[in-house]
């Protein structure tokens, strides 16, 4: 996924690394402090959520064995977050997968400098979303023991939901952040089109697709990615092995990243019949498979000419 480069003068553009990810930031009225808040405020996320790094809310919750363990507030919203997702997709949208993920090979962040803290290899395959307590009073978490969580792609979603609410109409007149996979916009665009967000062939990396994005998000998830000896990361919680639907990448546009980001997952883990699920749900989808590419009604409204 590529964003058109800005032409206008009113633009603060930022390329850097952070969940693991390529981040890219346009920021529309705002100035270099705005970006270096909004840098700032991305990485502290990370350290939150990131299961490759020991002292994160996550990996917190995933030693925990059972027990109300404290965490920062977006943490309580992530949680809540990845619970509602788990029951719109009937269970194939589920971070509790974090010991096949690792299993699978991806034990070691994408820049191979962090290791997942072994102790979470000891947790069950697959755990139990149901049984989780959120205590907003005491701003506690409690999973039940043997599951884990894992941030993964909808951490990214939600960070770019998180400093789009807090900076557009504070800090800037118009915000995209793009992180990995995931593009949330808010705000005034560069130009009056809104934002144009192109769709890339996951192995060719040729645009295969371009969409008119003026709020919201849209978010790719591909199996061809991160690809490791047993196979890629993205896990069918039926089997606990990498997922064989046949789609190749799945792209979903939607209100927020996180609810983008989650959707993605359901397409990619049961196929091209859930492309007709999401046109119900009034939500744009594209999946690409080794046959070619299928898109709903609400996707093809969407898309522009290249």
Request: glycine share 10%.
């Amino acid at each position: 996924m590529t964003i058109t480069s800005p032409t206008l003068t009113n633009c603060v553009v930022h390329e850097s690394r952070a969940m693991g990810s390529t981040l890219r930031l346009v920021v529309v009225g705002g100035d270099d402090s705005t970006l270096d808040a909004l840098i700032e405020r991305i990485e502290g996320l990370e350290r939150l959520w990131s299961r490759f790094l020991h002292d994160s809310d996550i990996n917190r919750l995933n030693r925990a064995r059972g027990h109300f363990t404290r965490v920062a507030p977006e943490t309580l919203r992530l949680v809540e977050t990845m619970i509602a997702g788990h029951r719109a997709t009937n269970g194939r949208f589920d971070p509790t997968l974090l010991v096949p993920v690792i299993e699978i090979g991806y034990d070691t962040s994408v820049d191979g400098r962090d290791a997942t803290p072994a102790v979470e290899l000891d947790l069950a395959r697959r755990g139990v979303l149901a049984g989780i307590e959120v205590d907003h009073v005491n701003s506690t978490i409690r999973l039940p023991i043997g599951t884990a969580l894992d941030a993964g792609g909808v951490g990214k979603g939600l960070a770019g939901d998180i400093v789009v609410e807090e900076f557009v109409g504070h800090r800037c007149l118009g915000l995209l952040v793009s992180l990995g996979g995931d593009v949330v916009v808010a705000g005034e665009a560069p130009e009056s089109a809104g934002w144009t967000i192109s769709i890339l062939d996951p192995t060719a990396h040729h645009e295969i697709d371009r969409v008119h994005l003026a709020r919201g998000a849209i978010a790719t998830s591909s199996t061809e990615i991160r690809v490791f000896e047993r196979g890629h990361h993205l896990v069918d919680p039926d089997t606990l092995e990498a997922t064989r639907s046949g789609v190749r990448s799945a792209s979903v546009v939607a209100g927020s990243g996180a609810w983008a980001e989650m959707l993605t997952k359901w397409l990619v883990v049961d196929g091209t019949n859930r492309l007709d699920d999401l046109q119900r749900l009034g939500i744009a989808a594209s999946a690409v498979t080794h046959d070619g590419i299928s898109t709903n009604d609400y996707w093809t409204s969407m898309a522009v000419e290249s």
